[in-house]
């Protein structure tokens, strides 16, 4: 079973502070995703990845920037944290092409910003 | 952009009963899959399912493309299968990696 890490699991942060979400894979996938969570939303994409070096905006960037230094590492970052962005944030990654569709999430980060 | 809706938004069921879980899409997609989230939040894969049937245990996923929709059925349900059941689709155009979401249907089995 492909294994994806997110850290830290729970965050408390400030309006106007800086908070970086942390994804790793060892699965050597090439495609990396950041999605939010929230009552009546379902899953939102904010970025993705196909790859080390590419992010790519989806559905819901503005507020957020991701880096993806290497092929294992996806990160997310709120420079200026607001309480809108209190959510829980899943990070997925999936192989890519078509016989590796399987997407596989981590746990999930819940993000308070007060 | 792709829209996904899923009917309906909640669940109960009786131990036993089936459940009929339908997803309907705004645009061709080629790629769907089907997952379950855990009350606790884990979230796993159940089916690849772009068109076709398929079957694994108590669940199986019909995708109708050119109709737009697909469905999840539960057949005797159990009390572990009560979580949040997700649709997502994605194409493969230009944006092949993207997967978007529907809300979700929210299941629980009572004993």
């Known amino acids: 079973e492909a294994a994806v890490t997110q850290s830290p699991r729970n965050k408390v942060a400030v309006t106007g502070g800086k908070v970086t979400l942390s994804c790793n894979q060892t699965?050597?996938?090439?495609?990396m995703y950041w999605y939010r969570q929230d009552t009546g939303h379902g899953l939102r994409l904010i970025h993705y990845?196909?790859?080390?070096?590419?992010?790519e905006k989806g559905d819901i960037p503005d507020g957020y920037k991701a880096s993806r230094p290497s092929q294992e590492n996806f990160s997310l970052i709120l420079e200026l944290a607001t309480p809108s962005q209190t959510s829980v944030y899943f990070c997925?990654?999936?192989?890519?092409?078509?016989?590796?569709?399987?997407?596989?999430f981590g746990s999930g980060t819940r993000l308070t910003v007060l | 952009g792709q829209q996904v809706q899923q009917s309906p938004a909640s669940l109960v069921l009786q131990e036993g009963e089936n459940a009929e879980l339908q997803c309907n899409f705004s645009?061709?997609?080629?790629?769907l899959q089907w997952f379950y989230q855990h009350p606790g939040g884990r979230l796993v894969s159940l089916f690849y399912?772009?068109?076709g049937t398929k079957h694994t245990g108590r669940l199986t996923s019909t995708t109708v493309t050119n109709e737009r929709r697909s469905s999840l059925h539960i057949s005797s349900s159990q009390t572990t299968d009560s979580g949040t059941y997700f649709c997502?689709?994605?194409?493969?155009?230009?944006?092949?990696?993207?997967?978007?979401f529907g809300k979700g249907t929210k299941l629980s089995v009572k004993s």
């Open positions: 997925a990654s999936r192989l890519g092409g078509r016989c590796a569709e399987t997407l596989y």
């Open positions: 699965n050597n996938h090439n495609n």
């Open positions: 990845s196909y790859g080390a070096g590419s992010t």
């Open positions: 645009s061709t997609a080629t790629r």
């Open positions: 399912n772009p068109s």
């Open positions: 997502a689709i994605g194409n493969s155009g230009g944006s092949n990696a993207k997967l978007t």
